[in-house]
């Protein structure tokens, strides 16, 4: 670039401009200075400038508007505006440019350019018509927006994630409250039903039906689960994992799901991070997204899973699914039809499926969706009609060291449960009188309440109980303060939670406290016996001690 400083005009002005300042120098009187002056100006400006004449040749340019389209003063003289505006037509330039004679007022427009190198970008242009002597003429400022574009784009697309994810969110809340309701109801069919199977004899010609309605709902009950999962409402149990052998061992259940004629190719990098998250869920979100990419690959094709290291900087494309920092990435891909973006606008919310009827339920990638959520983790969609897909899971890198999973330990029992006194808190009347039946038939003494404060004035009254087994959410007070309250009057209490929600409404991001007991509506016999027993196990000694004394 030459030099803008020292006594003589820059050389690479618009021609005459220079050889006008050399010429009149210091000795221009004031009108042609302040002309000279007002031309540098223009060929200094930041915005670049150009002007045409009424065939929409270019007859003159500014430095700005040769830096920003990367061809030289000459060339551009010997270009017209269609070279370097390509959306201009220029069978209707002279109607187009007849339009401006005797406007006074310029006319901004929105408009592309096209730069020496073929490369394009959007530009602000305001036009001038102007008539000197007996010429007309064009001058138009150009403005580059391409910073302004970005940055709309950039809006745009955080308006729509912010969407996306309000979205998601409000059907979560309603996925939510459906799935309590759904389980409440369940609750009751499944119980009474498992009841009577338990008093029939083998041969009864009922059990067939019986056992079909208890089959029925446990299909229901796994939708009610999936939904509880997309509104990240599952109970877990996180622990540090080593996803590399949990991928690989979980592989060879996958193999069975595909079939013979896909292939699956799994692969991993070294150094892998451990997580920390219930091990079931990483077989939930594996099972589903590899079941889906079956389901696009139909007979044949190629499925990939693979687990790498990834860390998501600010500003970084992967910060639209989650935020900044160190994720076990891991990626599940097919080569089959793809989606079109359309669809995959829609594919987290629950019952959405492209599939035929019968093929799916439409809840395998919102449990996706729901378990990467509820683990601090998001979810990205690589798609393409054709193309095939690819889903990225981020799981947050838990910094520790991955443990093999084991059972939890039960603490030390010195004989078997055998009765027991317990209250029984739920405002439902159905699944009250039906936990009640099952509670009874297992042999404990049972006491009801629809109410948390009648339950708490039964205590307090000094009915001695080993065991409240409440409901979550109930009218006056939840299932947590009621148990707080009646702790005040009986420390060593047994508390067991039930709930048609998930353990969310219990433990923070459904992650139960230590000591917390919980059983997820609905419930077998069996289920009710094992978590009531346990409940009762787990009593402090001290409790234990004084019932056996």
């Given at each position: 670039m030459p030099d803008r400083k020292g006594p003589g005009p820059p050389q690479?002005?618009?021609p005459g401009v220079a050889e006008s300042m050399v010429e009149h120098g210091p000795n221009a009187d004031a009108e042609q200075r302040e002309l000279l002056l007002t031309q540098f100006s223009i060929e200094r400006a930041s915005v670049a400038m150009l002007r045409l004449d009424m065939a929409g040749r270019i007859r003159s340019v500014n430095e700005q508007m040769c830096r920003n389209l990367g061809y030289t003063r000459e060339e551009l003289l010997a270009m017209t505006v269609f070279d370097v505006n390509p959306g201009l037509d220029p069978s209707g330039w002279l109607s187009h440019s007849a339009a401006f004679k005797g406007l006074t007022a310029p006319r901004w427009f929105e408009g592309t350019h096209r730069r020496k190198d073929g490369s394009t970008f959007p530009v602000h242009i305001s036009v001038n018509y102007f008539e000197y002597l007996d010429e007309a003429f064009f001058v138009a400022f150009v403005r580059d927006r391409t910073k302004e574009h970005e940055d709309e784009v950039?809006?745009?697309?955080?308006?729509?994630?912010?969407?996306?994810?309000?979205?998601?969110?409000?059907?979560?809340?309603?996925?939510?409250?459906?799935a309590h309701d759904f389980n409440n109801m369940l609750c009751v069919i499944l119980a009474h039903a498992d009841l009577s199977l338990g008093s029939l004899?083998?041969?009864s010609p009922i059990r067939e039906d019986l056992e079909q309605i208890v089959a029925a709902a446990y299909s229901a009950r796994d939708v009610a689960r999936h939904l509880l999962a997309f509104s990240?409402?599952?109970t877990i149990t996180p622990v540090a994992i080593d996803l590399d052998r949990h991928v690989d061992f979980a592989s060879k259940s996958l193999?069975?799901?595909?079939?013979?004629?896909v292939t699956l190719e799994v692969s991993t990098a070294p150094g892998l991070w451990p997580v920390k998250m219930d091990p079931s869920q990483i077989d939930q979100v594996l099972v589903n997204l590899?079941?889906?990419a079956?389901?696009?690959?139909?007979?044949?094709?190629?499925?990939?899973v693979a687990l790498s290291n990834v860390v998501v900087d600010e500003g970084s494309p992967e910060e639209s699914c989650c935020p900044p920092g160190s994720y076990v990435l891991l990626e599940v891909s097919d080569d089959g039809s793809g989606m079109d973006p359309e669809v995959v606008g829609h594919i987290f919310e629950p019952f959405f499926t492209t599939k035929e009827v019968g093929r799916g339920t439409g809840l395998g990638l919102a449990t996706v969706y729901g378990i990467a959520t509820q683990n601090g983790g998001g979810v990205r969609v690589w798609s393409e009609p054709g193309q095939g897909s690819r889903f990225g899971i981020y799981f947050p890198r838990h910094v520790g060291e991955a443990v093999p999973v084991v059972s939890p330990s039960r603490p030390p029992q010195r004989e078997a449960v055998t009765g027991g006194a317990i209250l029984l808190v739920e405002d439902d009347p159905h699944v009250r009188r039906v936990t009640a039946r099952i509670l009874t038939s297992l042999g404990y003494e049972v006491t009801t309440s629809s109410l948390p404060t009648d339950a708490l004035e039964l205590?307090?009254?000094?009915r001695r109980f080993d065991l409240l087994l409440t409901d979550v959410i109930m009218p006056e007070m939840n299932g947590a303060e009621l148990s707080a309250a009646v702790r005040e009057v009986v420390p060593d209490i047994g508390v067991l939670y039930m709930s048609g929600y998930g353990a969310m409404v219990v433990g923070r991001h459904g992650v139960l406290e230590e000591g917390v007991s919980f059983i997820q509506k609905p419930f077998t016999t069996d289920d009710l016996a094992t978590v009531v027993a346990e409940a009762l196990v787990s009593r402090p000694l001290s409790e234990r001690v004084a019932d056996e004394g």
């Open positions: 690479d002005l618009c950039q809006r745009a697309r955080l308006q729509q994630q912010l969407n996306q994810a309000q979205k998601l969110e409000s059907v979560g809340r309603l996925a939510g409250g459906v004899p083998p041969t990240r409402q599952q193999l069975r799901l595909i079939g013979e004629d590899v079941v889906n079956r389901d696009a690959c139909g007979d044949h094709g190629k499925i990939g205590v307090r009254r000094g």
